[in-house]
C-alpha cells in the first residue's frame, strides 16, 4: 500500500484564532500545510502459512508444519512542524537563542516514522482441542519514532539539543519562576520494541 497526498488549510485549530488577536501569529491570507499533513504513508505486508502435513523442506512433520508467519513494514513521512530559528544573539547565561519562524508555520517535516512488526503462530491439537503458541514483536528494529518534535532539530529531544528559548534548556536551566519541566517527556518517541509471548485455545 502507498498514498501520497498533501493537506491544506487557513488553520489548524480553533486555538490559533487566538493567538492571532493576541498578536502572538500572524494571520495566513492563503492557505498553508496543517499540522496533521503526513505526505507519504505506504506499509508492506506479507503472510505466509504452512499447511498441517506439509512442511516447508518436506521434514519435521509435526513440527516444522501447522505455523502461520507475518511481517509488516510500515513507513509515514515525519509530523509538521513550525521551526525554530537561531536568532543570532546569546542571553546572559551564553544560550544560544532560537525563535519560532511564525511565517512559515508547518513548513517543515519531522524525522519519518519507521518500524517493523513480526507474528508467529503454531499451532497444535491436544485432546481434541486447538492450541496455539504466539510470539508477537512489535518494532522489531527498536526504531525510534519521533512523537514531540524539538523545532530545531526536527526530531525527538535528546540531551545536548539545542531548544527553542521558550523551552528549559538542561544545558542552561531557568533559574526563575516560572519554571518548566525538562523535555525528557518519555512519549516523545512512540512504543519501542516489545514483545508479547503467549498461548491460545480455541474451541
Request: proline share 5%; charged share 25%; aromatic share 18%.
Amino acid at each position: 500500500m502507498f498514498s501520497y497526498a498533501i493537506t491544506t488549510g487557513r488553520s489548524s485549530s480553533a486555538d490559533e484564532g487566538v493567538l492571532v488577536l493576541r498578536g502572538d501569529l500572524n494571520e495566513s491570507v492563503k492557505e498553508e500545510f496543517v499540522v496533521w499533513d503526513r505526505p507519504i504513508t505506504s506499509s508492506i505486508t506479507a503472510n505466509f502459512y504452512v499447511e498441517k502435513g506439509s512442511p516447508l523442506f518436506g521434514f519435521g512433520e509435526g513440527i516444522l508444519d501447522d505455523y502461520n508467519f507475518y511481517i509488516r513494514f510500515f513507513y509515514e513521512s515525519g509530523k509538521r512542524y513550525t521551526p525554530a530559528l537561531f536568532t543570532g544573539s546569546y542571553d546572559a547565561q551564553g544560550r544560544p537563542e532560537y525563535e519560532f519562524d511564525i511565517n512559515n508555520r508547518y513548513s517543515k517535516i519531522g524525522d519519518n516514522w519507521f518500524w517493523v512488526d513480526l507474528n508467529f503462530e503454531k499451532y497444535f491439537n491436544f485432546y481434541g482441542l486447538r492450541f496455539s503458541v504466539f510470539m508477537e514483536i512489535n518494532n522489531l528494529l527498536d526504531t525510534k519514532n519521533s512523537a514531540i518534535i524539538n523545532p530545531v532539530t526536527g526530531k525527538a529531544y535528546e540531551f545536548g539539543d539545542n531548544v527553542p528559548s521558550s523551552w528549559n534548556d538542561p544545558k542552561y536551566p531557568d533559574l526563575q519562576a516560572p519554571i518548566n519541566t525538562y523535555p525528557f517527556n518519555p512519549a516523545r518517541y512512540l512504543t519501542r520494541r516489545n514483545m508479547k509471548v503467549g498461548v491460545s485455545l480455541r474451541f
